[in-house]
């Protein structure tokens, strides 16, 4: 399956602890790129969800984003340490008497480092519950290039047909221009009142025709669009593959081109160019 380079995704996840939402998104890039914002106490897992990309993913700019809210009401009761909050006072109160001997402020007691405590979290069990929600979210994320994929691939096929008859048209002319190049020598022999000579005419009619012949353009375009409908209908990560045919198509376009004298093989030259320069933009976006 082809599979684009942009999409999106959102999933959230909701506890005990609160409620946290992953958003994934995705642009062409030549290579895989990955970035993520996440808040400072799920850092520790940055290279987990590096590498579950990277199992995954072959290209793209990829951006990640985790946002987390805690419920206030599942924060734990607070604990006094007594033990550290009563050699404070007294300290205090030693300081105090060979000072001001002034009273302690029981608050700057209790904001003293470790007086107070919260019991921690189980934030191993978080992590757990939000990587297996990044999972379904990068599931969803490639599910989105995949759907996103198939639309691509089916634009391309749809340029690839108009090639194949643009193609067969030129092929349907070529009999047409040639005729009509040799009445155009036999004219210009007798405007110039020069005797024809038979042979003569055939040495520049077999020039010209080496010179407009393109059956050999025409046969590399028909098998460029049969190695291009291969290389879609294989899948996987082919956006190099298929930029590399673009380059082969552009090339037999542009020789097509500078062989034609005859304004229906121009024009359809110009078409050629135009429906090949479509599907380079389309592929563009394909990993």
Same mark, same amino acid.
């Given at each position: 399956?082809?599979?684009?380079?942009?999409?999106? &995704?959102?999933?959230?996840?909701?506890?005990?602890?609160?409620?946290? @939402?992953?958003?994934? /998104?995705? @642009?062409?890039?030549?290579?895989?790129?990955?970035?993520?914002?996440?808040?400072?106490?799920?850092?520790?897992?940055?290279? %987990?969800?590096? !590498?579950?990309?990277?199992?995954?993913?072959?290209?793209?700019?990829?951006?990640?984003?985790?946002?987390?809210?805690?419920?206030? $009401?599942?924060?734990?009761?607070?604990?006094? *340490?007594?033990?550290?909050?009563?050699?404070?006072?007294?300290?205090?109160?030693? %300081?105090?008497?060979?000072?001001? *001997?002034?009273? =302690?402020?029981?608050? !700057? #007691?209790?904001?003293?480092?470790?007086?107070?405590?919260? &019991?921690?979290?189980?934030? $191993?069990?978080?992590?757990?519950?939000?990587?297996?929600?990044?999972?379904? &979210?990068?599931?969803?994320? +490639?599910?989105? /290039?995949? $759907?996103?994929?198939?639309?691509?691939?089916?634009?391309?096929?749809? /340029?690839?047909?108009?090639?194949?008859?643009?193609?067969?048209? #030129?092929?349907?002319?070529?009999?047409?221009? +040639?005729?009509?190049?040799?009445?155009?020598?036999?004219?210009?022999?007798?405007?110039?009142?020069?005797?024809?000579? $038979?042979?003569?005419?055939?040495?520049?009619? =077999?020039?010209?025709?080496?010179?407009?012949? #393109?059956?050999?353009?025409?046969?590399?375009? *028909?098998?460029?669009?049969? !190695?291009?409908?291969?290389?879609?209908?294989?899948?996987?990560?082919?956006?190099?593959?298929?930029?590399?045919?673009?380059?082969?198509?552009? /090339?037999?376009? *542009?020789?097509?081109?500078?062989?034609?004298?005859?304004?229906?093989?121009?024009?359809?030259? #110009?078409?050629?160019? %135009?429906?090949?320069?479509?599907?380079?933009?389309?592929?563009?976006?394909?990993?």
């Amino acid at each position: 399956m082809i599979h684009s380079m942009t999409a999106f &995704a959102r999933h959230e996840i909701k506890g005990d602890w609160g409620n946290a @939402v992953w958003e994934i /998104r995705s @642009v062409n890039q030549r290579f895989l790129e990955t970035y993520f914002r996440l808040p400072e106490q799920f850092r520790s897992i940055e290279p %987990v969800l590096r !590498e579950r990309f990277r199992k995954q993913l072959n290209r793209g700019k990829v951006e990640c984003q985790l946002r987390f809210n805690a419920n206030p $009401s599942a924060k734990s009761d607070l604990a006094l *340490n007594e033990k550290l909050a009563l050699q404070l006072i007294q300290h205090a109160n030693w %300081v105090n008497e060979q000072t001001l *001997n002034s009273q =302690v402020n029981p608050l !700057e #007691v209790m904001r003293w480092p470790g007086v107070m405590e919260a &019991a921690e979290e189980d934030m $191993s069990a978080i992590q757990a519950q939000l990587l297996a929600g990044f999972d379904v &979210a990068i599931k969803e994320f +490639i599910s989105a /290039r995949a $759907s996103e994929g198939e639309n691509l691939k089916a634009m391309i096929e749809q /340029r690839l047909e108009a090639i194949s008859i643009e193609a067969d048209k #030129v092929q349907t002319f070529m009999p047409e221009v +040639i005729e009509w190049q040799r009445k155009r020598i036999i004219d210009k022999f007798t405007d110039a009142s020069i005797d024809l000579d $038979s042979t003569r005419v055939e040495q520049e009619l =077999v020039l010209l025709a080496q010179k407009m012949d #393109v059956a050999e353009e025409l046969d590399r375009l *028909n098998s460029h669009v049969s !190695e291009t409908r291969k290389i879609l209908k294989k899948g996987g990560a082919q956006g190099r593959r298929l930029d590399f045919m673009m380059q082969e198509f552009n /090339r037999e376009a *542009n020789t097509l081109g500078s062989k034609s004298i005859n304004t229906d093989v121009t024009a359809s030259a #110009v078409e050629l160019k %135009v429906l090949i320069e479509q599907m380079r933009e389309q592929i563009a976006n394909i990993e």
